[in-house]
């Protein structure tokens, strides 16, 4: 029969044995997920749910943020990202604890040198021998993130550029139109002054087009209901007999690619001009109403006046006037058609899908 002394003795070393054991086993799990840790090229941050201080770094993270795994294992979540930063990064940390997942996209992280890196975190629980652990785990966008930002800043020069080739064709057509107003006023011959003035109101609409170009976004949409109430208005103002017609329009609120608009601006300049001029010759008054309308993908142009219409036999396929000619080419130009109603008055119509 063994002593006191001897049992205790025994029961010490059994229980040594046990801890050594379990310290064994702890040591070959660590093993085990370090071994598999730090083969993943992305980085992998342990830490403690509760004091947020890390427990294990993996190399990829170490070369990320400039550290060894022994400084980083004496910071925490706080101490790896900037300040602006830290209630978006306490949050998502705190995900996982609530059963939520978390993924933080492009979020600013602290090298050790004090410059930044971007990475997506995505952050969940992971329980290794018994032990609960909030993971992050980091894939490095930062030479995305400097692409993307050089992308930008070389957007940000050519829209700068492109906006400064707009300003200077606006002013040399401002100067196309003053040369021809001031020839205008010198000529004697009424129908060398009519040809200018026709001149000088299409070279005004190529004007407010690349004005409205200057104002928009992105230099290919153009608000057409805006630009073509002020086309007409400029355009009735070329005329001092203007004030009697009643323009009545009727634009559809829509947007317009600069392709189309461009010839769309001119059809409107050259029916309207022509109307204006010829429609109510020895009137008092006069009605025009005009329509531009965008359904189903279809975009429809109608400028109609009450005036005195067109001469008996009038064809337009036979019209040698280069108002008209200039027209049907752009309505062929905008893949669309051309008709031209002469009842009571005269009533044009251009169609054409978008």
Same mark, same amino acid.
């Given at each position: 029969?063994?002593?006191?002394?001897?049992?205790?003795?025994?029961?010490?070393?059994?229980? &040594? *044995?046990?801890?050594?054991?379990?310290?064994?086993?702890?040591?070959?799990?660590?093993?085990?997920? %370090?071994? =598999?840790?730090?083969?993943?090229?992305?980085? #992998?941050?342990?830490?403690?749910?509760?004091?947020?201080?890390?427990?294990?770094?993996?190399?990829?993270?170490?070369?990320?943020?400039?550290? $060894? &795994?022994?400084?980083?294992?004496? @910071?925490?979540?706080?101490?790896?990202?900037?300040?602006?930063?830290?209630?978006?990064?306490?949050?998502?940390?705190?995900?996982?604890? %609530?059963?939520?997942?978390?993924?933080?996209?492009?979020?600013?992280?602290?090298?050790? !040198?004090?410059? +930044?890196?971007?990475?997506?975190?995505?952050?969940?629980?992971?329980?290794?021998?018994?032990?609960?652990?909030?993971?992050?785990?980091?894939?490095?966008? $930062?030479?995305?993130?400097?692409?993307?930002?050089?992308?930008?800043?070389?957007?940000?020069?050519? &829209?700068?550029?492109?906006?400064?080739?707009?300003? %200077? #064709?606006?002013?040399?057509?401002?100067?196309?139109?003053?040369?021809?107003?001031?020839?205008?006023?010198?000529?004697?011959?009424?129908?060398?002054?009519? *040809?200018?003035?026709?001149?000088?109101?299409?070279?005004?609409?190529?004007?407010?087009?690349?004005?409205? +170009?200057?104002?928009?976004?992105?230099?290919?949409?153009?608000?057409?209901?805006?630009? $073509?109430?002020?086309?007409?208005?400029?355009?009735?103002?070329?005329?001092?007999?203007?004030?009697?017609?009643? #323009?009545?329009?009727?634009?559809?609120?829509?947007?317009?690619?600069?392709?189309?608009?461009?010839?769309?601006?001119?059809?409107?300049?050259?029916?309207?001009?022509?109307?204006?001029?010829? *429609?109510?010759?020895?009137? !008092?008054?006069?009605?025009?109403?005009?329509?531009? $309308?965008?359904?189903?993908?279809?975009?429809? @142009?109608?400028?109609?006046?009450?005036?005195?219409?067109?001469?008996?036999?009038?064809?337009?396929?036979?019209?040698?006037?280069?108002?008209?000619?200039?027209?049907? =080419?752009?309505?062929?130009?905008?893949?669309?058609?051309?008709?031209?109603?002469?009842?009571?008055?005269?009533?044009?119509? #251009?169609?054409?899908?978008?």
């Amino acid at each position: 029969m063994r002593s006191w002394p001897e049992k205790y003795s025994l029961k010490t070393k059994e229980r &040594e *044995a046990k801890k050594e054991a379990t310290l064994k086993a702890l040591r070959e799990s660590e093993a085990r997920y %370090r071994v =598999l840790f730090s083969g993943v090229p992305d980085g #992998i941050l342990l830490a403690d749910p509760q004091s947020r201080q890390f427990r294990f770094a993996n190399p990829a993270i170490c070369r990320m943020l400039g550290y $060894t &795994e022994e400084e980083l294992l004496r @910071l925490g979540v706080t101490d790896i990202h900037p300040k602006e930063s830290l209630e978006r990064v306490l949050c998502e940390f705190a995900a996982p604890s %609530r059963g939520e997942a978390a993924l933080s996209p492009d979020l600013p992280c602290l090298r050790k !040198d004090g410059t +930044l890196i971007y990475a997506d975190i995505s952050h969940s629980t992971m329980i290794i021998d018994g032990q609960v652990h909030q993971a992050a785990f980091f894939h490095d966008i $930062t030479g995305r993130k400097r692409a993307e930002e050089e992308i930008k800043r070389q957007l940000l020069e050519k &829209e700068i550029l492109l906006k400064e080739v707009h300003h %200077r #064709i606006k002013n040399n057509i401002a100067a196309i139109e003053g040369l021809l107003s001031l020839h205008a006023q010198s000529v004697s011959n009424p129908e060398a002054g009519a *040809a200018l003035q026709e001149a000088i109101s299409r070279v005004h609409s190529m004007r407010l087009l690349y004005d409205k +170009l200057l104002f928009s976004e992105g230099y290919t949409d153009i608000p057409v209901k805006n630009y $073509t109430e002020a086309l007409i208005a400029s355009i009735v103002a070329l005329f001092p007999g203007g004030a009697r017609i009643v #323009i009545d329009q009727r634009i559809a609120d829509f947007n317009l690619d600069a392709k189309r608009m461009f010839p769309l601006a001119i059809i409107i300049n050259e029916l309207l001009t022509n109307t204006m001029k010829y *429609a109510f010759i020895n009137r !008092d008054s006069g009605v025009i109403n005009i329509s531009l $309308t965008n359904a189903e993908k279809k975009v429809t @142009l109608t400028v109609e006046d009450d005036g005195n219409g067109f001469f008996h036999g009038f064809e337009i396929s036979e019209s040698k006037g280069f108002g008209l000619m200039l027209v049907k =080419l752009l309505s062929q130009q905008l893949g669309g058609s051309f008709s031209l109603g002469k009842e009571a008055g005269a009533r044009y119509k #251009i169609e054409f899908a978008i």
